[in-house]
């Protein structure tokens, strides 16, 4: 079974500075999707970014970008001119590409503080 | 965004109650979901429904019993609760037959079991 660990539970950053939260994953697949959700505290989960593992190019949206690295079964989030606003819950999910059905496994999650 | 609508936003029940927590999709997706989330937990994910058939129940107790009468709504019937079932209950959908497809989520109904 797949796991996803995101090894720091909190984290905090100045603004407009830029953090990367980390977060890594167990599969012995070579086809799937990996996911970075951000939930405020107005509880609603996010999409933040998205990433195709067949794809060697890092995904970006906006500042935010990912660097994964698919031989270390790594997928950061970095954050770039960090907001008040990015303060958040940011989970990473992963989820199969050839199980059908597959679910999503979420890791904990690490909270992120932005100080003004 | 208003593609997952959940209500109550908050429910406050006794462990004799029965209450219902409602999920609608306007998003056209094929697969709904229910997750719970509790604090310093990860998210456990409780039910799937693709094309309105149960395809998943993460061992769930019965107390806890979802319909899914098209693919647009999903129900969560609860019933006898423990205060342990206090948490945040997530809806989400997807499109679920392509894998790519993110979830989409609600807002979460905050459940206090008392």
Same mark, same amino acid.
């Given at each position: 079974a797949q796991t996803v660990t995101q090894s720091q539970p909190e984290m905090s950053v100045q603004e407009a500075e830029t953090v990367t939260l980390s977060c890594t994953y167990d599969t012995s697949e070579s086809d799937y999707y990996l996911f970075w959700y951000k939930q405020p505290p107005s509880r609603q989960m996010i999409l933040v970014i998205r990433q195709e593992a067949y794809k060697q190019q890092n995904a970006t949206e906006n500042r935010f970008s990912v660097n994964f690295q698919k031989a270390a079964k790594s997928f950061s989030l970095k954050i770039s001119?960090? @907001?008040?606003?990015?303060?958040a819950m940011y989970f990473c999910a992963y989820r199969s590409?050839?199980?059908?059905? @597959?679910n999503f496994v979420f890791g904990p999650g690490t909270r992120l503080s932005v100080l003004p | 965004e208003t593609g997952v609508t959940q209500t109550p936003r908050h429910l406050v029940m006794g462990m004799t109650n029965k209450k219902s927590l409602k999920c609608e999709q306007h998003?056209?997706?094929?697969a709904m979901y229910w997750y719970k989330q509790s604090a310093k937990k990860p998210l456990e994910l409780m039910f799937v429904y693709n094309f309105k058939e149960?395809?998943?129940?993460?061992?769930?107790?019965?107390r806890f019993s979802p319909e899914c009468p098209n693919s647009s709504h999903l129900f969560l019937h609860l019933h006898t609760?423990?205060?342990?079932?206090?948490a945040l209950y997530l809806c989400a959908s997807s499109?679920?037959?392509?894998?790519?497809s993110p979830l989409h989520f609600g807002n979460g109904t905050r459940l206090t079991v008392t």
């Open positions: 001119d960090s @907001q008040l606003g990015d303060a590409a050839m199980n059908y059905g @597959q | 998003l056209g997706h094929n149960q395809t998943e129940n993460n061992s769930v107790p019965s609760l423990q205060p342990e079932d206090s499109q679920g037959n392509r894998a790519n």
